[in-house]
């Protein structure tokens, strides 16, 4: 029986509502959890996975550089996942994968206990915060990306997200949409949610890895952008060369190219732009299956 409000927790369905860590857990009061999400699209042969294994990866790099371990394996939590889909019932939509520590600690700062595992599915829909169906806007905000020498920054780690908060703190009481952050060195880094890229002359730029996430969406766009023709380089951006872009877009699970119709207090007035419409096209192709080229990027579940 197929059950949307329930979650998979640590190998048993349980409902919405008991999805709970208590106030002291460790991963609320020291901020030691981390997650994944990733995307499930309604395809002819019925739910499929974007891109799982990389996603899944991700969430076991983000273990190794926390030094933290989970309680289950990839191969666990990949079963895990098709259960959760079937158990709720899910088509169209995302799941959500948290790992953190749910054990009480006062003063403990380094557990010795292993990850618990929480999943959660999304349907399409959901609240995104901004709407994904016209231009955004965009400022470069106030505050810097963490630097990757101060915690590891490819680490989906929930407390990294603070920096994330901020960013999209500052934009909005500014009355953007969205806030990007420059690096500690001044160039273009990242979103609070989203990888940033820009076009020039027909030539799609993006910031090199390293200082941002690991976005599988950024790589995706990186991987598919020749398949039309587009040319890709991956190199710092700096704020001037930015601001002077033809066409620039956000990339992330939910929205794959998403145009920016106002950078700062620049309007780009035919947002999307000729390049940011062909490639959103193309990437919407992607994800309902219909490029046979990429079906290698979907999992049934
Ligand atoms: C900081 C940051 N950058 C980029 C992304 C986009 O990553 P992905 O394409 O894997 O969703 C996210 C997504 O959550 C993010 O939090």
Redesign the pocket.
């Known amino acids: 029986m197929s059950d949307a409000k329930q979650v998979w927790i640590n190998g048993k369905f349980v409902p919405w509502e008991k999805a709970t860590v208590h106030l002291m857990s460790h991963a609320l009061s020291r901020g030691s959890a981390f997650f994944e999400?990733f995307g499930v699209h309604s395809h002819p042969g019925g739910p499929a996975a974007f891109r799982m294994a990389e996603h899944l990866d991700r969430l076991c790099k983000s273990a190794e550089l926390l030094g933290m371990e989970m309680a289950y394996n990839k191969d666990e939590i990949a079963q895990a996942v098709r259960d959760t889909v079937k158990h709720t019932g899910l088509e169209d939509g995302y799941i959500k994968i948290m790992a953190y520590y749910s054990e009480e600690a006062f003063a403990v700062l380094v557990p010795e206990s292993k990850l618990d595992i929480g999943i959660f599915a999304f349907p399409a829909g959901a609240d995104l915060g901004i709407d994904i169906n016209k231009p955004i806007s965009a400022c470069i905000c106030k505050w810097r990306k963490i630097h990757p020498d101060t915690v590891p920054v490819e680490a989906?780690a929930c407390s990294n997200?603070l920096n994330?908060f901020l960013a999209r703190q500052d934009a909005m009481k500014r009355g953007f949409d969205v806030g990007l952050m420059l690096d500690t060195d001044g160039y273009l880094a990242?979103?609070?949610?989203?990888?940033c890229f820009m076009f020039k002359d027909g030539v799609l730029k993006a910031p090199p890895l390293g200082r941002?996430?690991r976005?599988?969406?950024?790589r995706s766009v990186i991987e598919a952008a020749p398949m039309i023709g587009i040319e890709v380089v991956q190199a710092p951006i700096t704020r001037e060369e930015f601001m002077d872009a033809d066409e620039v877009f956000t990339?992330?699970?939910p929205f794959k190219v998403l145009p920016v119709g106002r950078l700062e207090d620049r309007i780009l007035a035919d947002a999307p732009g000729q390049f940011s419409r062909k490639l959103a096209a193309l990437m919407a192709d992607i994800a309902s299956g219909k490029d046979s080229r990429f079906k290698h990027w979907f999992e049934p579940l």
């Open positions: 999400v989906k997200y994330g990242e979103g609070s949610i989203e990888a941002v996430l976005s599988i969406s950024r990339s992330a699970t």
